[in-house]
């Protein structure tokens, strides 16, 4: 289980949401997690071996139980195994 120090996630979504509330019920608060999990992509209930793997934060509406999940390297909580196409460093 990788986890982070939630911070710097919650000055993202400040950043990106600034004060949205809820967009099912319109109200809140959001509550970020400090753990991070993982989407794989489906193949009718079959592992999938080496695919790719999207790492992900919930962020939970405290009234609704809404979930919305953000990625977790372009939120920059996460380090990329290797840089994501587009992205490599210059050096």
């Not at 990106?16 to 193949?43: A, H, I």
């Not at 009718?44 to 919305?68: A, S």
């Amino acid at each position: 289980m990788s986890k982070f120090d939630n911070t710097k996630l919650i000055s993202y979504l400040q950043s990106k949401w600034g004060s949205r509330p809820c967009p099912m019920c319109g109200q809140g608060p959001w509550s970020v997690q400090d753990s991070t999990f993982q989407l794989t992509e489906y193949n009718e209930g079959n592992l999938v071996i080496g695919g790719p793997v999207i790492p992900v934060v919930p962020v939970i509406c405290g009234n609704c139980g809404h979930t919305v999940l953000v990625n977790a390297i372009i939120a920059e909580v996460l380090r990329p195994s290797s840089p994501p196409p587009g992205k490599e460093d210059s050096k």
